[in-house]
């Protein structure tokens, strides 16, 4: 396993910032298939991009899928010349939190019920209060 460091060559450098640019990018559609809902109280065209995040999310989990930005950043990581998350405050601090340790599959089923629950809870809630 290769570290890449700051006096590494361009290209591999380049890979492993997109790698980290990825493993952020993941992380946000995580928040925002988690609580995005939250944003249609300020703006009524939300849901229209938040809802089929939302489903993707659910689908994933519950079929054990593995999500395309998982591919992709490591696919960027190995034309980075490593394999983990090393030395970067990204890797460090991100990386469990999508990638948790003993991630089950019953697990994975808590967490898309998790999603619809918390999601169907804020829409019901914004359709009732802005029918009033």
């Not at 590494?8 to 928040?31: E, K, R, T």
């Not at 593995?66 to 990581?77: Q, W």
Request: aromatic residues 12%; glycine residues 6%; proline residues 4%.
């Amino acid at each position: 396993m290769k570290i890449v460091s700051v006096t590494s060559d361009g290209p591999a450098l380049m890979y492993l910032l997109l790698a980290d640019a990825v493993l952020a990018l993941h992380l946000a559609f995580i928040l925002f298939v988690c609580l995005g809902a939250l944003l249609a109280l300020k703006w009524r065209w939300v849901p229209w991009l938040q809802l089929p995040a939302a489903a993707w999310g659910v689908f994933v989990e519950a079929s054990g899928w593995i999500c395309p930005l998982t591919s992709l950043e490591n696919y960027f990581r190995v034309h980075a010349g490593t394999a983990a998350y090393q030395g970067d405050c990204l890797g460090h601090y991100l990386t469990a939190t999508i990638y948790p340790d003993g991630l089950t599959r019953n697990i994975q089923f808590v967490l898309g019920a998790v999603v619809v629950i918390v999601n169907l809870s804020i829409y019901l809630w914004l359709l009732r209060t802005r029918r009033t």
